[in-house]
């Protein structure tokens, strides 16, 4: 049976709600009488209770994904016995980064998979996988390449040895090789890869500056009043029947005209038809408000990092300190408006590889990243913020390092994790 919420004895309590209208976050007090459609039957659970903390990110652990949901200690993780297959690996590479934290526009995850099964023995990491990595994988018998930056971007219609990336996944694919690319979720995750190169100016309060959130269908909050009992069973009763009502979420209150206060949560899929539902009903209709619930943030994750420093460092040693971490004999640097090479620099934006969408704008003495176009550096520059360009992939290669020692950690010694020696930035300074 499908029955109405019943309201419960005691009073509202404010837990921490995270929603969002026209792109504004908002805390709202959630009802604790929260109910949820469960084997066709409102029945009374109280809501979860949502805490967030913004502890500074720690660089000497290993990084944390925290959610609503998820709280995973990628330390805790033992170490699998035997030998690995290709999804055993996966898996463990999906702990690592999980690849719902890449960006929407990338492509991420196994790129090439082999039809014959084989032992993962060796894996070859690369922060591009160009010709002569993959003489370098073949040449070692490598069973997985893991390519920071996706080989296989953009569709393919054919696979012709005339186009430099097809002759790469026909080559791969001959082979046996699987070819899996972490891209976007690596620079997302808590001691990522943003992490990783912020850390080279030294230590200091590092914040995201673009915020990762959970992954899952999107919510949307309906709230509306009903004049009477008969009424509001009425309305859930006609509700009971859209598809996916199980997951709906309810709350409600009795009011002091003796209505109902209904607070409902629903799916993106099931939106249109409870609207149509309500605004059928005249009195609803005119009380009806919905907002789009953001999903909770993962902290800690996203892309960019701003970095107050604990010891402010001059322009000239900040360039010294990330030739150092970046393994670089030359960088190129833009001197902002009435800087000097010993001008102090407090607050750091970095991005890495292409980083001007994601750090222009933000307020800081320092910018670090691969790329940025002319026009970009120039607007940074006229607002009095230095500039550190290192070129694209020279941002990011270092990070494999970390990330070797992590994988091999986990995969135990079945597992050869090796880093490409034939792997560097097409660009040089001669």
Same mark, same amino acid.
Request: some cysteine; overall charge neutral.
């Given at each position: 049976?499908?029955?109405?919420?019943?309201?419960?004895?005691?009073?509202?309590?404010?837990?921490? $709600?995270?929603?969002?209208?026209?792109?504004?976050?908002?805390?709202?007090?959630?009802?604790?009488?929260?109910?949820?459609?469960?084997?066709?039957?409102?029945?009374?659970?109280?809501?979860?209770?949502?805490?967030?903390?913004?502890?500074l990110p720690s660089r000497s652990r290993f990084p944390v994904l925290r959610s609503d949901r998820v709280i995973r200690y990628l330390s805790d993780f033992t170490h699998p016995a035997g030998?690995?297959?290709?999804?055993?690996?996966?898996?463990?590479?999906?702990?690592?980064?999980?690849?719902?934290?890449?960006?929407?526009?990338?492509?991420?995850?196994?790129?090439?998979?082999?039809? &014959?099964?084989?032992?993962?023995?060796?894996?070859?990491?690369?922060?591009?996988?160009?010709? @002569?990595?993959?003489?370098?994988?073949?040449? %070692?018998?490598?069973?997985?390449?893991?390519?920071?930056?996706?080989?296989?971007?953009?569709?393919?219609?054919?696979?012709?040895?005339?186009?430099?990336?097809?002759?790469?996944?026909?080559?791969?694919?001959?082979?046996?090789? @699987?070819?899996?690319?972490?891209?976007?979720?690596?620079?997302?995750?808590?001691?990522?890869?943003?992490?990783?190169?912020?850390?080279?100016?030294?230590?200091?309060?590092?914040?995201?500056?673009?915020?990762?959130?959970?992954?899952?269908?999107?919510?949307?909050?309906?709230?509306?009043?009903?004049?009477?009992?008969?009424?509001?069973?009425?309305?859930?009763?006609?509700?009971?029947?859209?598809?996916?009502?199980?997951?709906? &979420?309810?709350?409600?209150?009795?009011?002091?005209?003796?209505?109902?206060?209904?607070?409902? +949560?629903?799916?993106?899929?099931?939106?249109?038809? @409870?609207?149509?539902?309500?605004? $059928?009903?005249?009195?609803?209709?005119?009380?009806?408000?919905?907002?789009?619930?953001?999903?909770?943030?993962?902290?800690?994750?996203?892309?960019?990092?701003?970095?107050?420093?604990?010891?402010?460092?001059?322009?000239? +040693?900040?360039?010294?300190?990330?030739?150092?971490?970046?393994?670089?004999?030359?960088?190129?640097?833009?001197?902002?408006?009435?800087?000097?090479?010993?001008? %102090?620099?407090?607050?750091?934006?970095?991005?890495?590889?292409?980083?001007?969408?994601?750090?222009?704008?933000?307020?800081?003495?320092?910018?670090? +990243?691969?790329? %940025?176009?002319?026009?970009?550096?120039?607007? @940074?520059?006229?607002?009095?913020?230095?500039?550190?360009?290192?070129?694209?992939?020279?941002?990011?290669?270092?990070?494999? +390092?970390?990330?070797?020692?992590?994988?091999?950690?986990?995969?135990?010694?079945?597992?050869?994790?090796?880093?490409?020696?034939?792997?560097?930035?097409?660009?040089?300074?001669?």
């Amino acid at each position: 049976m499908f029955t109405r919420c019943r309201r419960f004895s005691g009073k509202l309590h404010l837990s921490c $709600s995270i929603s969002f209208r026209t792109s504004t976050f908002l805390c709202s007090p959630q009802l604790s009488t929260s109910h949820s459609f469960l084997s066709s039957l409102f029945a009374y659970s109280p809501g979860p209770r949502s805490s967030f903390q913004h502890p500074l990110p720690s660089r000497s652990r290993f990084p944390v994904l925290r959610s609503d949901r998820v709280i995973r200690y990628l330390s805790d993780f033992t170490h699998p016995a035997g030998h690995m297959d290709l999804q055993g690996v996966l898996d463990v590479l999906e702990q690592l980064a999980p690849l719902s934290l890449a960006e929407s526009w990338d492509n991420v995850g196994l790129l090439v998979e082999p039809s &014959k099964p084989r032992p993962i023995k060796t894996i070859l990491l690369t922060n591009d996988l160009t010709t @002569a990595v993959m003489d370098e994988a073949v040449a %070692m018998n490598c069973d997985l390449i893991v390519s920071y930056h996706p080989p296989l971007f953009r569709p393919f219609k054919r696979l012709l040895q005339k186009d430099w990336k097809q002759r790469l996944a026909v080559r791969a694919i001959e082979g046996g090789i @699987a070819i899996f690319s972490p891209h976007t979720s690596w620079d997302s995750i808590e001691g990522g890869v943003n992490d990783w190169l912020v850390g080279g100016m030294g230590s200091g309060q590092v914040s995201v500056l673009s915020q990762s959130h959970s992954c899952g269908p999107q919510k949307h909050r309906l709230e509306f009043s009903s004049m009477n009992e008969e009424e509001l069973n009425s309305l859930l009763e006609q509700l009971r029947h859209i598809e996916g009502s199980e997951t709906f &979420k309810c709350a409600t209150i009795r009011n002091e005209s003796g209505g109902q206060q209904v607070n409902l +949560t629903c799916n993106s899929s099931a939106l249109t038809a @409870a609207v149509q539902i309500l605004v $059928s009903n005249p009195h609803v209709s005119k009380s009806l408000n919905i907002t789009q619930v953001q999903q909770p943030p993962l902290l800690g994750c996203g892309q960019g990092r701003l970095s107050v420093l604990d010891e402010p460092v001059s322009v000239s +040693t900040a360039v010294q300190k990330m030739k150092t971490h970046l393994g670089l004999p030359h960088l190129r640097l833009a001197l902002g408006d009435q800087h000097t090479l010993d001008s %102090m620099v407090k607050t750091v934006a970095v991005c890495a590889g292409s980083g001007a969408s994601v750090i222009q704008g933000v307020k800081a003495d320092l910018y670090i +990243t691969g790329e %940025m176009s002319h026009h970009e550096v120039l607007d @940074a520059v006229s607002k009095g913020t230095s500039v550190i360009l290192s070129e694209h992939s020279n941002s990011e290669r270092g990070f494999l +390092t970390v990330f070797r020692d992590r994988l091999a950690a986990r995969l135990g010694d079945t597992v050869t994790v090796s880093i490409s020696q034939r792997d560097r930035d097409p660009l040089q300074v001669i």
